[in-house]
């Protein structure tokens, strides 16, 4: 069996949604001081709906991969169903990720949730 899915080699060879927004109105970024990921992740929200995605990875071939589907997941997306996203559901999206690379997907959930906490704390 491969270590990555065709998915997962899929988003990182060719990562979707890549790239600054320069519009961003809601950005987050984390770490992962272990491994060295750093994602940030713009979003672009009108009325409650993600109509624009875009994330900048340094980290491997994972994190990309995370970062990726993690983005084609919520965009044009209402917010309810993006705070719903969970890394379980990236993991799923990209048909499974190895047991040491988890934290990958728990990376691009959090920064999901960090741009969201970050788009509220500006449109109070």
């Known amino acids: 069996m491969a270590l990555y899915s065709e998915k997962v080699m899929d988003h990182f060879l060719n990562p979707r949604n890549v790239g600054k927004l320069e519009d961003a109105n809601g950005i987050g970024e984390v770490g992962n001081a272990k491994c060295g990921d750093i994602m940030k992740i713009y979003l672009k929200i009108e009325n409650d709906i993600v109509v624009d995605v875009k994330f900048e990875t340094f980290g491997c071939g994972s994190a990309i991969a995370s970062s990726s589907m993690a ?20 993991t799923e999206a990209l048909d499974g990720l190895p047991t040491h690379k988890i934290h990958c997907s728990v990376l691009a959930e959090e920064a999901i949730k960090s741009a969201l906490d970050d788009y509220r704390s500006k449109n109070k």
């Open 71 to 90: 983005t084609e997941l919520i965009k044009g997306k209402p917010l309810e169903e993006v705070e719903a996203l969970t890394n379980k559901a990236v």
